[in-house]
């Protein structure tokens, strides 16, 4: 079983920048795909970025391309989200999750996860 670890959230002025850190508890995940989701107050659970296991590929929602920015670093068995430019309708409670895939995949969709972590909160506020 693989538990993930989020880090890094916290409260932002509206221009800040964050970096989230994700990492798996008890096993390596460089050979699972990674993804970034996000779950606003009153909102679905939302798509922010994914990342293949190679770390070769990514993807962005839309309207997040430019500030945000997936990596990883295999080594270090750990997922990063860069944000930057952070306005208040980015505040919510930002989740990382592994899926088995290919070297090369990217994984979009949630129910193609096979492990979540517990999220970490983000409010931007002045």
């Known amino acids: 079983q693989v538990q993930l670890v989020e880090s890094g959230g916290g409260l932002v002025h509206p221009g800040g920048s964050l970096r989230l850190a994700c990492a798996p508890s008890?096993?390596?995940?460089?050979?699972?795909?990674m993804g970034w989701f996000r779950q606003a107050p009153g909102k679905e659970r939302e798509f922010v970025a994914a990342?293949?296991?190679?770390?070769?590929?990514?993807t962005y929602a839309n309207s997040l391309k430019g500030r945000f920015t997936i990596s990883r670093d295999n080594a270090k068995n750990t997922v990063y989200l860069q944000m930057n430019s952070l306005n208040p309708e980015d505040t919510a409670v930002y989740y990382c999750?592994?899926?088995?895939?290919?070297?090369?995949?990217?994984?979009?969709?949630?129910?193609?996860?096979?492990?979540w972590g517990q999220g970490t909160q983000v409010t931007v506020s002045s």
């Open positions: 990342i293949s296991w190679s770390g070769r590929r990514t």
């Open positions: 999750a592994a899926a088995r895939a290919q070297v090369h995949t990217i994984v979009v969709e949630q129910r193609e996860y096979d492990y």
């Open positions: 008890g096993r390596t995940f460089s050979t699972y795909a």
